[in-house]
């Protein structure tokens, strides 16, 4: 029977998956998951049962039950404590269940293994103890004395014994000894678990508990978050780019991330939490230390570094061994730079559409204007591609704004964990039903503008003007202008009259409702009547979103389409590269970014459009950055061939 656990991790957290067969099961989920699992060739919809350890996964869940819902598959097993499962259920909102069945309980068992619980408290994660089942032995067909019929072979194979002609043959004597596995215990609270000792392997998720339990059980290893280039396609394919323009920005290395092999000789030191090696931290004469000061490339430094886990790495069981036996994987290390974040900038931090790649994250642009930052929209794991950009998430305390343009959870799952770790005061622009779900979290330093308002408007502004929503063109839309006189009458209109402007300090935004789902919402953002940048969110070609982009400094618009798939663009309430030009242009605006591109396009396109068809960790900067089309569109070609 084949048995293989499989660790994987980002810096957004980890996550073991056991195969047995055809079973696959999932402990723990995190931020970038499914795009994780894609860069690693993990099938999704194989997954069975899910385990959340506690309520950090729940974005991650949501995102991933969205995608095996829609490959039709029939229900799924989730164990988690009530609270989290009560947050799932309450995320139906952003999150429709439609027919898929979700399966919750506290404990698990099937024919291959029984999961326990360790705890259960709703102030901190759970553990588990994961037991596999005995296996019963091989029938050892070769052994049978030959005068003995195969009808009895299956007697044999269950251990009983077989008389045939006055013998008897014993079934232990024909079957090989039964496979046991043993016991694993997978922890990821911060509790001090007092267990018996018995435990083939005890995984620990946790950094802050390591030493403890390492110090107390035998054959722990440490779970460790991914140090080194998570997404190896993208960075392939970025670095290519960075050398035809440096504003491909490459992602870099967690400034934060923790010294694991300092942790791993922590016993060694003065104080457990002390990070990175030095002669003063360790205690007095510990013979092994003074070898590592010598030489950090020395036998306890390598034994240590056996006793953990990186991203990658496997436990498979060896039937010939009868044992786990670890296999290491290979990672691809960053290069040594840093990215800084410039005035007046935009960064796309996700430029895929509903699903995310391994090219492309799901949506995410993040504006910077004298130091306060504007995030449009927040799709899963943005917090996790801030931290790739910049190396730590310190400029968050700079964020002042976040703008959902809808409750689809490509635009917003992000959004509930970013909230979390952000301690300064912050305002969030979103649809009621994201609002409802996130107050369910009682964020304390969050204000809430619900742009629901902005739908009504949309509505009235159709109705009014007598403009057929599905007849935008630039006759049509020239056509509406030219009844009111010139562009300034009916922007002037439209700001009065149809869309939802809120000032927040130096800042106004308007927004306006759009056509895509029952809460689209399109936005300008205008800063001290000097930038004005406008923001699509999905919609259709808008004729009140091009009235109220007009004059951007920088419009950016989703393109999921290419222009060949326009019926598919009105089936879905998209729009195709052509179109996201004839708004540009329609407005007036400076320039113009391109976004939110479907999956046909992983690694970009020729454009023989105006506009800039952005990359994650794309930046530029207004005024200053130029874009070298000629030579990107050379470099797309050869991807092409």
Not at 281 to 300: A, E, G, Q, S, Y
């Amino acid at each position: 029977m084949q048995t293989r656990f499989k660790f994987i991790s980002t810096r957004s957290g980890k996550a073991l998956i056991l195969n047995i067969e055809d079973k696959r099961y999932v402990f723990n989920m995190f931020e970038g998951f499914q795009r994780y699992s894609i860069e690693q060739s993990i099938n999704l919809k194989g997954i069975s049962t899910v385990f959340l350890p506690d309520s950090t996964g729940t974005p991650a869940f949501l995102g991933y039950y969205l995608t095996v819902r829609d490959m039709q598959k029939d229900s799924l097993n989730v164990v988690c404590q009530k609270d989290v499962f009560d947050l799932i259920e309450k995320a139906e909102m952003i999150c429709p269940k439609k027919k898929m069945a979700l399966l919750n309980t506290q404990d698990f068992e099937d024919e291959y293994i029984k999961v326990v619980t360790v705890n259960s408290s709703p102030r901190t994660a759970q553990d588990y103890i994961v037991e596999f089942k005995d296996v019963p032995g091989k029938l050892l067909v070769d052994k049978i004395p030959k005068e003995l019929p195969k009808k009895y072979y299956s007697m044999l194979k269950t251990g009983a014994d077989v008389v045939f002609n006055n013998k008897t043959y014993r079934g232990v004597d024909y079957i090989e000894e039964p496979v046991q596995m043993g016991r694993f215990l997978l922890v990821f609270s911060d509790l001090n678990l007092q267990l018996e000792k018995n435990f083939s392997m005890i995984l620990c998720f946790n950094e802050v508990v390591y030493p403890k339990i390492n110090k107390k059980y035998k054959n722990v290893y440490l779970m460790s978050l991914n140090s080194k280039v998570e997404f190896e396609s993208h960075f392939r394919i970025q670095k290519e780019f960075n050398k035809i323009d440096p504003n491909y920005l490459m992602p870099v290395k967690d400034k934060t991330f923790f010294s694991y092999g300092a942790i791993a000789v922590s016993r060694f030191l003065k104080k457990p939490t002390s990070r990175g090696i030095s002669k003063k931290r360790f205690r007095k004469n510990p013979l092994p230390v003074r070898n590592i000061m010598l030489n950090l490339k020395n036998h306890l430094i390598q034994k240590a570094t056996l006793q953990i886990f990186n991203s990658g790495d496997e436990i498979v069981y060896e039937k010939a061994e009868r044992s786990f036996v670890i296999k290491k994987g290979k990672l691809q290390k960053f290069w040594n730079l840093t990215n800084k974040l410039y005035n007046n900038s935009l960064l796309f931090l996700g430029t895929g559409c509903a699903l995310p790649s391994k090219y492309r994250n799901v949506s995410s642009v993040l504006y910077n204007i004298d130091g306060n930052l504007i995030l449009f929209d927040c799709g899963e794991d943005t917090l996790g591609q801030i931290n790739r950009v910049f190396g730590s998430d310190v400029l968050l305390e700079k964020l002042k704004f976040i703008f959902i343009s809808h409750s689809h959870a490509d635009h917003c799952l992000g959004i509930i964990n970013l909230l979390r770790v952000i301690n300064n005061e912050i305002v969030v622009f979103a649809p009621s039903a994201l609002i409802q779900f996130l107050k369910t979290y009682k964020y304390k330093n969050v204000t809430f503008y619900d742009t629901s308002k902005a739908k009504e408007l949309e509505n009235e502004f159709y109705s009014d003007y007598k403009f057929k929503r599905d007849d935008f063109t630039k006759y049509s839309f020239n056509t509406l202008v030219q009844k009111r006189g010139d562009i300034e009458t009916i922007f002037n209109e439209v700001i009065t009259n149809y869309i939802l402007d809120i000032e927040v300090g130096d800042f106004t935004f308007y927004i306006c409702g759009v056509e895509h789902n029952n809460d689209s919402c399109s936005v300008s953002v205008m800063y001290k009547d000097k930038v004005k940048i406008s923001y699509s969110g999905d919609t259709r070609p808008s004729p009140i979103f091009t009235i109220m982009s007009v004059r951007s400094d920088a419009l950016i618009h989703e393109s999921t389409f290419n222009n060949k798939n326009i019926d598919k663009a009105n089936k879905t309430k998209h729009s195709t590269i052509q179109e996201a030009h004839t708004v540009f242009s329609l407005s007036k605006s400076k320039i113009l970014f391109l976004t939110h591109f479907s999956q046909r396009y992983p690694k970009g396109f020729v454009n023989v459009h105006s506009g800039i068809p952005c990359m994650d960790f794309y930046r530029y900067v207004l005024d200053i950055s130029t874009y070298q089309k000629d030579k990107i569109n050379e470099h797309v070609r050869s991807l092409e061939d």
